[in-house]
Every structure is written in structure tokens, then in C-alpha cells.
């Protein structure tokens, strides 16, 4: 059989979405899904989706040692493994957010110009309180989206890491001054009531001179006003797996490690704004 | 029941948008006598239009006048201690734009004048005579979110905003230059222009004290010389944080709105605009929102609710429903913010205070 073969490691609806979108493309070949811990044997390039940020850095230092071209969600800042992997130019990184068609639209029309002068971006990522999702590793995948939709360095950064309503950080809180002096408010947070009608909201709004691109990929409901008062329900969630698949690849087609390391870098001086409480230089 | 008799000072933009109107809705209550404006084709206007009996364009005049019992003061922040402190001086109640003032040692004069002086001084941040920031603190005072831990509100303009109002009147441009608003002699930009709004929501709906702000401004309209964008984090004692990214400059057109969240231990709060739009018109070349401005915050009925309030404490010698001393510490914060984004590090409340740093 032909075909470029892709091998998938992960777990969960990310994964199975995501090895949907593999059989269903042409010229791609699924040679096996795993959990992290191993490598899918006879796999060209693999993809990961759903891993905790510690698995994360498990399955690219594995790639590593054994030579294999690995894309993966967003390294967290607190593993030197991390860094030799994405120096190596063998691993690159995809935003699981990149799976969301609206928010690679915004990036694209922010590619294209469209916003005239860049003043800022906001993005805001909720999802339940009792989600399995760490807020480090949501915080992570916001911040590399956030960093390629404007494609400037960041040159200094300031940051909040807070348990606000639970005893765990629950809440992530960034400013960057980006080189352009685009201005970057981030904020990720467990905040959403446990089962309440909504599983997550995204709000990403980029501002400029010319236009406002506002996406909110989350917001899609089924509302009914009755006797019983108004209800929402937001029963399912855009398909991630062909858009992530798609930015995976080409990732790995042009892997750009100083890139790379530059998203891992600013993550790193986040994380110590946070525990020093001051602004950092980068 | 007399009418309280009422002098208004700076006849400019939200004086013709909000209070001169919100005056005339109360004329049961309140008479307006007279305005005072350094423009005098400005102050005549007003006067002509609202039905004031005399204008002036030293401010001085009218509050030399015996028979006015409170003066509403609609300047630029520069000239609220200096007015406010005058119309103190001169026995009048006094009723004061946002933000109090433009440095702490102003707010707290005019708070020792007010004191000094036994009359009342309310500061009008608007929105907490806005309808839905009342429904939002009612419904955290009632415990529907548990404890407050996150507030965040941000605010989107379009350039020129005021522009759509057709007001017979634009901004102040002294010398003929800038308008006052986005010149650095005058204003220090987003932090106290609206932001000041933000930081007083924040401390309303946690119910305690700021410790620190971070802030992060910048310049985007070329012919500005102050912040028209601002972001921050505020770190509350009690542990909770407050945030809002303002924007200033955006494309005209653009709705003109907030959007506020408020998450507490037991859930959270929302209420935005955009959903609200009252009405939306579709067409090849893009989406437009024709009536945003001044439906969206129910702004009439806010100035009126706040001028009513005003005028209920000074008839039952009651205190005002928005003590000066919140006015004053949503000022702080703004000061802090405005030190934060030169500094480029976090600033802690008690050293703005303990340098005596509001100028
Ligand atoms: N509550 C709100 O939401 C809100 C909204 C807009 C403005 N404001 C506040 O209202 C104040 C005025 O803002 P604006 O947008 O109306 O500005 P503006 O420039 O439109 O109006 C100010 C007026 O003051 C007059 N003036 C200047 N110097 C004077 C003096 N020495 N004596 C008498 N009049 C003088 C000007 O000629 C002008 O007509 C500011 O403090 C602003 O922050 C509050």
C-alpha cells in the first residue's frame, strides 16, 4: 500500500477524531495508534493528540533518541528534554487549538494583513471546573496559538498563575509586549460551573487599525425557552482532527526550531514571572 | 417641594450627551439656572438649548451665585479639584464627572473640601447607575456565584465614537490643537479616561482593596500622544484578580461595547453586548451595527438614576450612594496603572501612597 504513513499516539476523542481525519484524507496511511510510552512502529511522521503536558515531553525525547519526526501539543516549560527535542528540528509543536476552523481563519486573515495596524489580541479559554484538562497545559496550547497568529517575538511578559476557586491553580493570566508592541492578554481558567450547558468557550479577538476578527469557535447552542425556563445546551463540539492534522503536517514539512524554541523560551520566562510576580525581559 | 437649583460647568461632549438631557428628564426636581464653558459660543448654546438663564464662561461666575445649591462639574479631569474645591468653598453640593481627579492629592482635597465645607460630593462613575452593573452587584450580593474571584470587563470603541451622536458640540481642543483627551499636557489617556470605570467595578463587585496592577499601554492612533489601549491584572487582598484590555481606536463602526464576566467559587456572571445589538445590518461589504451607542448601557436612564440619587441625598441630608473614597480608590488604581505600563513591572498600591505619588 501507498501512501505517507502516520502513526498517532494519544487517547480520548482527540485522538479518535484526529485518526479519523488521517483515514479520510488521501495519500495518508494509518500505520497504528498507541498510547504515549511507545512509538508506532513503520510510522513516516507521528502525530500525538490528548497527552497530558509530562507525556507530552515523554513522547518527544523519545522521538528524539530514535530519529522519528514527531508532531506534538505544546511542551511544558518545566523539562529540559523539551528543549533539546525542539532544537533537534525532529519535533515540532501544533496548538490542539489549530483543530478549531474559526480560530485558523483569524490567524490566517491576521497572516494576511487584515487587521491594518496591530493593536492587540485577546483570547480567553474556559472549560469546566472538574475538566480533565490541566490548566498549565491549556495555558501552553493558548499561548503557542496566541504566538503564531501574530508571529512577532515576544520582549516582555508578565503573568498570574491562581487557584481562585479551588485549592490546584486553576488560572492562567499573561500580558506580552510582543517586538511589534502588539499587546497579548491571555486568560485560561477552569471556570466553567461542572456540568453546566457549556464543556468550553473560546473568545480570541484580534484588534488593529482596520478590523476587529472576533472568533469564538465554542459557541454553537441549542436553546429552548419553555415552561421550564431557558435552557442551553451545547451537545456537540466542532470536529478538531482535520484542521490539527493539516497544521501538523505542515509543521513537519518546515520545521523551524529557533521558532520553536522561541515559543518554549517565552513560556519559561512566563512561568517565572508567575512565581516572582514581576515582569520579565526576554 | 422646591426645586434644587443646579449650575452645570463644561458644557462639552457628556454634558450634551448625558447629564444636560438626564437634567431635563428631572425637572420636577431640578432646575437648571445656569452653565459655564470656556468656549462661550459652546456655553450659550447649552444654555439656549436646555433653558438655563445665564451662562458664563468663567466658571467662577457661577458659582459665585447665590442661588444655586449644587454644581455639577462635566470638565476635563485637570479641573474637577480645582472646580470642585471652589463650589465647595462657595456652600454648593457637588456633583462630579468621572475620573475624581487626575491626581490623589486632588481627590483627597476635594474630599477635605466637601467635609470642611458640610456639602456632599459624589463622583458619577456612571455605571453603577447602569442597570446591569446593578443587576450583576445585586446578584452577587445575593450570593448567586459564591465568593468573587475573577472580574473581568473589557471595552471596545470605534475612532471618533462620540462622532455618531451628532452633538451640536465636539471635544475641547485647547489651542486649537488635539483634542484634550489624547493630549499628553492634559490626560494621561485609557487608564483615567475609561479604565477608571474598570478598576472601580473590580473593587465594587470583590468588595476589597487592590494590592497591586500590572499594566501594559500603548499609543495606536498616530496623531495620539497618550495610551488609547490598556491591559492590566489587578491582584486583590483577598487573593482575587481583576482584568480588562481596553480599546480605543477601533475601525469606525465598530459596536461601541464591554463585555464583563465575573467568576465566583459557586459559578459565574456574564453580561456583554454583542448579543445585544439592537440592530444589525448585513451587506456585501461587512456587518454594521447602527444603533449600538447608548442603548447597550441604557446610558439615558443611568445619568438620569445617578442625578436623581445625587439630588435624593442632598433633600434627605443622606450620604451619597457612591462614597468619594471608592471614586478616590478606583483613581488609585488608575494612577498605579498608568505607573505600571512606564515602569513595566507590577506597582503596589501602598507605595503610590506612601510616595504620595498621584502626580
Ligand atoms: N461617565 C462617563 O462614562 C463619562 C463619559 C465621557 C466623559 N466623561 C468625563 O467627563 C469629563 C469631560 O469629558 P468630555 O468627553 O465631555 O470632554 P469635552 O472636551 O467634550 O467637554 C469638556 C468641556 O469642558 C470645557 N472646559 C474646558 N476648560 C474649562 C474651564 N476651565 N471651565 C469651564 N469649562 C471648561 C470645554 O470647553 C468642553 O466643552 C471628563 O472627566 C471625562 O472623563 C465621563
Known amino acids: 500500500m501507498n501512501g505517507r504513513a502516520i502513526g498517532l499516539i494519544g487517547r480520548g476523542t482527540a485522538l479518535a477524531s484526529l485518526a479519523r481525519a488521517v483515514r479520510e484524507q488521501p495519500g495518508l496511511r494509518l500505520v497504528g495508534q498507541v498510547e504515549p510510552g511507545a512509538l508506532p512502529p513503520g510510522a513516516d511522521v507521528v502525530v500525538c493528540a490528548g497527552l497530558y503536558g509530562y507525556e507530552r515531553v515523554s513522547v518527544a525525547a523519545m522521538a528524539l533518541e530514535t530519529g522519528c519526526r514527531l508532531a506534538v501539543p505544546p511542551l511544558p516549560a518545566t523539562d529540559e528534554r523539551g528543549h533539546e527535542a525542539l532544537a533537534s528540528g525532529l519535533v515540532v509543536q501544533v496548538s490542539p487549538l489549530l483543530g478549531y476552523a474559526p480560530l485558523r481563519e483569524l490567524a490566517e486573515r491576521v497572516h494576511r494583513g487584515e487587521l491594518g495596524r496591530r493593536y492587540g489580541l485577546f483570547a480567553a479559554y474556559h472549560f469546566a471546573r472538574n475538566a480533565p484538562t490541566p490548566v498549565d497545559d491549556a495555558f501552553a496550547d493558548l499561548l503557542h496559538y496566541a504566538l503564531e497568529a501574530l508571529e512577532s517575538r515576544p520582549v516582555e511578559v508578565y503573568a498570574r498563575r491562581s487557584a481562585l476557586w479551588t485549592q490546584e491553580a486553576d488560572t492562567w493570566h499573561a500580558i506580552l509586549r510582543l517586538e511589534d508592541e502588539t499587546l497579548v492578554t491571555l486568560e485560561v481558567a477552569a471556570a466553567l460551573p461542572a456540568g453546566g450547558p457549556e464543556p468550553e468557550r473560546l473568545l480570541v479577538e484580534a484588534t488593529g487599525s482596520d478590523a476587529v476578527i472576533r472568533a469564538e469557535p465554542t459557541r454553537q447552542a441549542v436553546v429552548s425557552i419553555g415552561r421550564g425556563g431557558m435552557t442551553q445546551a451545547v451537545p456537540w463540539m466542532p470536529e478538531p482532527g482535520e484542521g490539527y492534522l493539516e497544521a501538523a503536517l505542515a509543521r513537519l514539512e518546515r520545521p523551524d526550531p529557533p521558532q520553536e524554541l522561541r515559543g518554549l523560551e517565552t513560556l519559561r520566562a512566563l512561568w517565572a514571572a508567575a512565581a516572582e510576580g514581576r515582569a520579565m525581559r526576554i | ?359
Not at chain 2, 35 to 56: F, H, I, M, Q, T
Not at chain 2, 247 to 271: C, F, K, S, W
Request: with cysteine; aromatic share 8%.
Open chain 2, 1 to 359: 417641594m422646591r426645586r434644587l437649583r443646579v449650575g452645570l460647568i463644561g458644557t462639552g461632549t457628556i454634558a450634551q450627551s448625558a447629564h444636560l438631557p438626564a437634567i431635563r428628564r428631572l425637572a420636577d426636581e431640578l432646575e437648571l439656572v445656569a452653565v459655564a464653558d470656556v468656549r462661550a459660543e459652546v456655553a450659550a448654546d447649552a444654555a439656549r438649548r436646555y433653558g438655563a438663564e445665564a451662562w458664563y464662561t468663567d466658571y467662577r461666575e457661577l458659582i459665585a451665585r447665590p442661588d444655586i445649591d449644587l454644581v455639577d462639574i462635566c470638565t476635563p479631569e485637570f479641573l474637577h479639584c480645582e472646580q470642585a474645591v471652589a463650589a465647595a468653598e462657595a456652600g454648593k453640593h457637588v456633583l462630579c464627572e468621572k475620573p475624581m481627579a487626575s491626581t490623589l492629592e486632588e481627590a483627597d482635597a476635594m474630599i477635605a473640601a466637601a467635609r470642611r465645607n458640610g456639602v456632599k460630593l459624589m463622583i458619577g462613575h456612571s455605571r453603577r447607575f447602569t442597570r446591569r452593573y446593578r443587576e450583576v452587584a445585586r446578584l452577587i450580593r445575593e450570593g448567586a456565584v459564591g465568593e468573587v474571584r475573577l472580574v473581568r470587563e473589557n471595552e471596545r470603541r470605534p475612532r471618533a465614537m462620540y462622532g455618531r451622536l451628532d452633538l451640536p458640540v465636539g471635544h475641547w481642543t485647547p489651542e486649537g490643537g488635539r483634542p484634550w483627551l489624547a493630549s499628553s499636557a492634559y490626560s494621561q489617556g485609557a487608564a483615567l479616561t475609561n479604565a477608571v470605570h474598570e478598576t472601580d467595578l473590580a473593587r465594587w463587585f470583590t468588595g476589597q482593596e487592590a494590592v497591586s496592577i500590572y499594566a501594559a499601554a500603548r499609543i495606536t492612533d498616530p496623531a495620539g500622544e497618550v495610551p488609547d489601549f490598556l491591559t492590566y491584572v489587578i491582584t486583590f487582598a483577598g487573593g482575587a484578580l481583576a482584568v480588562a484590555e481596553i480599546v480605543n481606536q477601533l475601525p469606525a463602526d465598530y459596536p461601541y461595547y464591554h463585555m464583563l464576566e465575573v467568576v465566583g467559587t459557586e459559578g459565574l456572571i456574564r453580561a456583554a453586548d454583542p448579543p445585544m445589538s439592537p440592530l444589525e445590518v448585513w451587506r456585501p461589504d461587512g456587518m454594521a451595527y447602527p444603533l449600538n451607542f447608548g442603548h447597550l448601557l441604557h446610558v439615558d436612564d443611568a445619568y438620569r438614576d445617578e442625578i436623581a440619587a445625587f439630588v435624593r441625598c442632598v433633600r434627605e441630608d443622606r450620604d451619597p450612594p457612591l462614597d468619594p473614597w471608592d471614586a478616590r480608590q478606583a483613581l488609585a488604581l488608575s494612577i498605579a496603572a498608568v505607573r505600571s505600563s512606564q515602569l513595566g513591572q507590577p506597582v503596589l498600591l501602598a507605595s503610590l501612597e506612601a510616595q504620595g505619588e498621584g502626580a
